[in-house]
């Protein structure tokens, strides 16, 4: 079964899920193992996200693990889904790009949201306001001036260099990246009509950069594929029950078997919650997925697909993401002088 949009490139973002019972290492180690095999499978990118205080998430402190990554691969390209400039200075984050883009000339990507962290004691944390995603534009531009040379300060070893940039949004965003004439990658968390209101939006008001020369389309989301329908939906039930449990208690937790969560007594809102995170995937048999997947990026006209699957059954995740692979005959893994 091949998609219906030959075309389309597939990525990978992972979130470095941790899974209940084993340490928070592990999870680290695991991504690193599964970047070699989307790289071996022919995924296009494999991108790694950053959250902070998170008991779910491992990944907070995505360049250090980019690296990793970067080093136990050979062709596919590595970044961040994303870095979120709020709670970084912008000449910091600059030079750790400089040092990954030097390391691993040609296959660095930056990442780049608008998030702040979840909680007020995270935030204080990190030195940063609730209100701190208000000034990521003025952020992003300094970001990108430290690459092309604007600033009286230079960071090195960045400066001259050219590290493609991306920006992370779920509807605002979508502006900024227009604005700043950078690809967008956006998801339908706030429903698939605002997505595409927010996509119709960006090419209606891009602006072409020295990053970019046309609007760049990523869609990401979730896709499961397995033998029946009803598989590949298990599979989903773990990640579901961790959104659902951070929606209802403040806490994302880490992972649990799907068949422990099917046994939970759950209360009618954390019912409400769990049947709402189990909807708006991709999911089913080779060819169910092909006509969702097809559908969607026909909707959307996105450039690139990346894939934020995950779930407890790490060899049924892997077998989901094999097997996606398998349908597409998108042309993996260009070379360096393809700046997306």
Do not use: C
Not at 142 to 154: D, S, W
């Amino acid at each position: 079964m091949t998609l219906k949009t030959p075309t389309v490139r597939l990525s990978v973002l992972d979130r470095s899920r941790t899974r209940r019972g084993r340490h928070p290492s592990r999870a680290l180690r695991d991504t690193v193992a599964f970047a070699r095999q989307a790289e071996a499978w022919g995924y296009h990118r494999f991108w790694v996200s950053e959250h902070h205080g998170v008991p779910g998430v491992a990944g907070s402190a995505p360049t250090v693990l980019a690296a990793a990554v970067a080093a136990a691969t050979s062709r596919i390209r590595v970044g961040t889904g994303g870095v979120m400039l709020p709670n970084h200075q912008p000449m910091v984050v600059a030079e750790q790009f400089g040092v990954l883009a030097a390391l691993f000339p040609g296959r660095i990507d930056m990442g780049l949201g608008r998030s702040v962290a979840f909680t007020d004691g995270v935030r204080r944390a990190l030195g940063r306001d609730k209100d701190a995603a208000d000034y990521f534009a003025a952020q992003l531009t300094e970001l990108l001036g430290y690459f092309t040379g604007e600033h009286p300060v230079h960071a090195r070893p960045a400066e001259g260099l050219t590290v493609p940039a991306f920006v992370l949004a779920t509807g605002a965003g979508a502006r900024v990246a227009a604005e700043a004439g950078l690809p967008l990658v956006i998801a339908a968390a706030r429903g698939e009509r605002r997505m595409l209101e927010a996509i119709d939006g960006y090419r209606e008001h891009f602006r072409p950069s020295a990053w970019a020369d046309r609007p760049y389309v990523i869609v990401s989301g979730t896709v499961a594929v397995a033998d029946t329908a009803e598989a590949a939906r298990e599979l989903l039930v773990p990640e579901a029950w961790s959104t659902a449990y951070s929606r209802t208690h403040g806490e994302f937790p880490p992972l649990a078997p799907a068949e422990e969560i099917r046994a939970l007594d759950m209360t009618s809102r954390e019912r409400t919650e769990f049947e709402r995170a189990m909807t708006g995937h991709i999911l089913g048999t080779e060819e169910e997925v092909a006509d969702g997947l097809g559908a969607l990026i026909g909707r959307t006209e996105a450039d690139e697909f990346l894939v934020t699957t995950s779930g407890y059954d790490r060899e049924a995740v892997f077998g989901s993401y094999r097997r996606l692979a398998a349908m597409t005959s998108a042309t993996p893994n260009r070379t360096a002088a393809d700046r997306r």
